[in-house]
């Protein structure tokens, strides 16, 4: 059974920073390229960043790019995503989420985690 | 930025109804197109890629249509557990982008 299970999430001022892991089970992590989806209060869905299955190419919406990074161990099937210079805006559920291809190009996504809540206040 | 609009915003409908949600992506993106449900409380979940293809464990009472800049998922025998947000996606270019969601309630 696929698992992706996000941790780190929590209530940060506005201007820190955290990590956010997400554990993955159930798949040969090391093969698939990974995502990070977020969704703030009450709104919709935001994609956040994305990594190729070999951690060599990132790509990042242009809301966080230069504040977020997305970083992968395959030797412990963790996905990360490093948050700096946080603000109330980035206050959303961030979910982990897996695609069926090694590369994240023209590649949809088919398991979601739960989601962790990262808040900012500001 | 391909932008993807949803309509309608919401619906409301009866148990055992067919409903059809309807999405428009701002330039043609081919059939990378994907749907995504979310039950009120819980994480997304995906149910069709590429337009039409069901994943894995989705049952056949939904469907997706389209390519290019039109798009439709089409919910047959309404159920109560149908109850959720649907998003439509373009995976097509980045940065990947959704719709505004359709609430279907019934």
């Known amino acids: 059974e696929v698992q992706l299970v996000e941790s780190g999430g929590g209530l940060v001022q506005s201007g820190g920073s955290l990590t956010l892991s997400c554990a993955v089970s159930g798949f040969s992590f090391s093969t698939y390229a990974m995502n990070w989806v977020r969704q703030a209060p009450g709104k919709g869905l935001e994609w956040v960043s994305a990594?190729?299955?070999?951690?060599?190419?990132?790509s990042y919406a242009d809301s966080v790019k230069g504040r977020f990074t997305v970083s992968r161990d395959n030797s412990k099937n963790t996905l990360y995503l490093q948050m700096n210079n946080l603000t109330a805006e980035d206050t959303a559920i961030y979910y982990c989420?897996?695609?069926?291809?090694?590369?994240?190009?023209?590649?949809?996504?088919?398991?979601w985690g739960q989601g962790t809540l990262v808040t900012v206040s500001s | 930025d391909i932008q993807m609009t949803q309509s309608p915003s919401s619906l409301s409908a009866s148990v055992g109804d067919k409903v059809t949600i309807t999405c428009r992506a701002s330039?043609?993106?081919?059939?990378?197109l994907a749907w995504i449900q979310q039950r009120p409380g819980t994480a997304p979940k995906s149910l069709i890629f590429?337009?039409?293809s069901l994943q894995s464990g989705v049952p056949s009472k939904f469907s997706g249509r389209g390519s290019g800049t039109e798009f439709t998922l089409t919910i047959n025998n309404l159920q109560p557990e149908d109850s959720a947000i649907y998003y439509c996606q373009q995976y097509y270019s980045l940065p990947l982008t959704f719709g505004g969601g359709t609430k279907v309630e019934i």
């Open positions: 590429a337009a039409s």
């Open positions: 330039l043609g993106i081919s059939n990378y």
């Open positions: 989420v897996k695609t069926p291809f090694g590369n994240y190009h023209l590649s949809t996504f088919d398991y």
């Open positions: 990594i190729t299955y070999n951690g060599e190419k990132m």
